[in-house]
C-alpha cells in the first residue's frame, strides 16, 4: 500500500498511544480515534516497511465499546485521545498495553503464567480529576486568552471548557477569569479546594494524607491528586515493610547503629518523602532541579534529610548504598544503565519504581530482574481520557543477589 491508498478493515486492539491497531497485507497500521471492535474505512498517512499510519474516513460499524465523546474540543486539541471509548473498555485497554509491553520489551510471562504478580488496577474519577493543566497563551484582540496546543498543527485552540479539569478551574475557563499571565506563552494552574495557584499567585499550602505540602503552580507537581494518595498509601505499605526488614547502619556519611534510611531519586519537590519520612531516621533526596530542591528542602524541614543537587547517574557513582527503602520515579526515559547496574549492585532491600511509560518501565523491570523480585504491580490510571499508564513496582532483594 502507498500514501493515499484507502482500505476497511477491522480494529483488533489499541497500541501504546491509544491507536487502533489494524492488520493488513501482513502488516501493522495504527489509525487514531478508533475502538477495538471498528469496522472502519481509512487512508494510509505514512508509510514504513513493516507498518504504517493512517487517518479515520468513515465508521462503518462501530464498536460496542464505544461512547459519545463529551467535550466539544475531542479530535481538535492534542488530548483526550480516549474519549470515544467507555471508561470501562480505557481501563482494560491500559491494562492489556502495560502487560503487553511487559512481555515484549521486558521478557515477562503474563500473572497467569507465574511470570508476573497480579496486575492491580486502581481507576479514577472519569471527570474533572485533574488538579495541574498547563495552557498555552493565544494572544486576541479582545486581550490574551487560554488554549491547548491543535491536534494536527502548531495552532492553538481556544478553551472555554475542559471537562477533565478540577471544578474550580473548569470555573474559571467557563467565566473567562482565566488570565495568562504578562509576556507569557505558556502557563499552568494548580486547584485542589480552597487553593487555586498560577492565576496571580504562584505559591501555597495543601494537604495529602494529613501532611501539609508547599507547591508552586509552575513546579511538577502529580495532576491528579485523589490517585496520587492511593499510590502513596500503598507506598507507605512497602516502605514499613523495609522498616520492619532493615538491618542497623546505614550508608556512608551518617552515624553507625542509627535506624533505617531511606533514598527518594528523582524526589522532585519532595512529596513521597513527606508522605513516607516519618517511618525512616533519615531521608536522602536526589534532584537534578535546582529551584524543585529548594522548594524540598522547605517541604521537608522538619525531617532529617540531606540533598543532592545532582543527577541520580552522578549520586550513584559515589553512593555506598547501606538503605533500607529506596524510592525511583524517573521520567518518561526511565533509568540510565549505569543507575539501574547500581541498584543491582547496591540497591536496597525494598526498592519501589513508579513510571509514566510503559516501554522504559519493562526495559528497567528487566535489568532490575538480575537481583530483584517482582512482588506487585499496579496500573493507576491518572489520567482517563488519555493513553498515558502510570505503573508502580514494588521489588525485594533476593537472597543470592550480588
Known amino acids: 500500500m502507498a500514501i493515499g491508498d484507502v482500505f476497511s478493515a477491522s480494529v483488533e486492539g489499541l497500541s501504546l498511544g491509544g491507536r487502533g491497531l489494524l492488520r493488513l497485507g501482513g502488516r501493522s497500521i495504527f489509525m487514531p480515534f478508533t475502538a ?11 508509510e514504513k516497511k513493516n507498518w504504517a499510519e493512517a487517518e479515520l474516513t468513515e465508521l462503518n460499524e462501530g464498536s460496542p465499546l464505544r461512547t459519545k465523546p463529551l467535550c466539544p474540543l475531542w479530535g481538535k486539541c492534542g488530548g483526550c485521545s480516549l474519549q470515544h471509548l467507555s471508561y470501562e473498555a480505557q481501563l482494560e485497554a491500559k491494562k492489556t498495553m502495560l502487560l503487553d509491553t ?30 495541574r493543566v498547563s ?17 494536527k498543527s502548531s495552532g492553538i485552540v481556544p478553551v472555554g471548557d475542559c471537562p477533565v479539569c478540577d471544578p474550580a ?10 488570565v495568562p499571565p ?3 506563552d505558556r502557563f499552568t494552574i494548580f ?15 495543601i494537604k495529602l494524607l494529613d501532611r501539609t505540602i508547599t507547591v508552586e503552580a509552575e513546579r511538577f507537581f502529580q495532576s491528579n491528586t485523589e490517585l496520587l494518595e492511593q499510590c502513596a498509601g500503598e507506598l507507605r505499605s512497602a516502605a514499613a515493610q523495609a522498616v520492619q526488614r532493615a538491618e542497623p547502619g546505614g550508608p556512608s556519611g551518617r552515624q553507625a547503629g542509627e535506624g533505617p534510611l531511606m533514598a527518594d531519586l528523582y524526589a522532585g519537590i519532595g512529596t513521597f518523602s513527606i508522605l513516607l519520612g516519618d517511618l525512616f531516621s533519615g531521608i536522602d533526596l536526589v534532584e537534578e532541579n535546582p529551584a524543585a530542591l529548594e522548594l524540598a528542602r522547605h517541604n521537608l524541614r522538619s ?28 521520567p518518561r ?21 513508579l513510571s509514566c511509560e510503559p516501554s522504559s518501565f519493562a526495559r528497567d523491570c528487566r535489568l532490575l530482574r538480575e537481583a530483584y523480585t517482582m512482588e506487585t504491580l499496579h496500573l493507576y490510571d491518572f489520567y482517563p481520557q488519555t493513553a498515558h499508564i502510570e505503573s508502580l513496582a514494588v521489588f525485594k532483594r533476593k537472597e543470592n543477589a550480588p
Open 169 to 178: 478551574i473548569r470555573s474559571l475557563l467557563k467565566t473567562e477569569s482565566l
Open 36 to 46: 477495538p471492535g471498528d469496522r472502519v474505512t481509512g487512508k494510509i498517512t505514512r
Open 135 to 151: 495552557f498555552h497563551t493565544i494572544r486576541a484582540n479582545r486581550g490574551p486568552r487560554a488554549g491547548f496546543k491543535a491536534r
Open 333 to 353: 526515559q526511565g533509568l540510565s544503565p549505569s543507575l539501574a547496574a547500581w541498584l543491582v549492585s547496591k540497591g536496597a532491600p525494598v526498592l519501589a519504581c
Open 303 to 330: 525531617y532529617r534529610s540531606r540533598f543532592f543537587p545532582q543527577t541520580a547517574e552522578k549520586w550513584a557513582r559515589r553512593a555506598q548504598g547501606g538503605y533500607a527503602f529506596i524510592l525511583v520515579d524517573p
Open 102 to 131: 511487559l512481555k515484549h520489551i521486558g521478557g515477562f510471562n503474563g500473572p497467569e503464567a507465574g511470570g508476573l504478580p497480579e496486575l492491580k488496577v486502581t481507576g479514577s474519577r472519569p471527570w474533572e480529576y485533574r488538579n
Open 191 to 205: 486547584a485542589r479546594d480552597p487553593v487555586i495557584l498560577g492565576n496571580g499567585v504562584s505559591r501555597g499550602e
Open 182 to 184: 504578562p509576556n507569557s
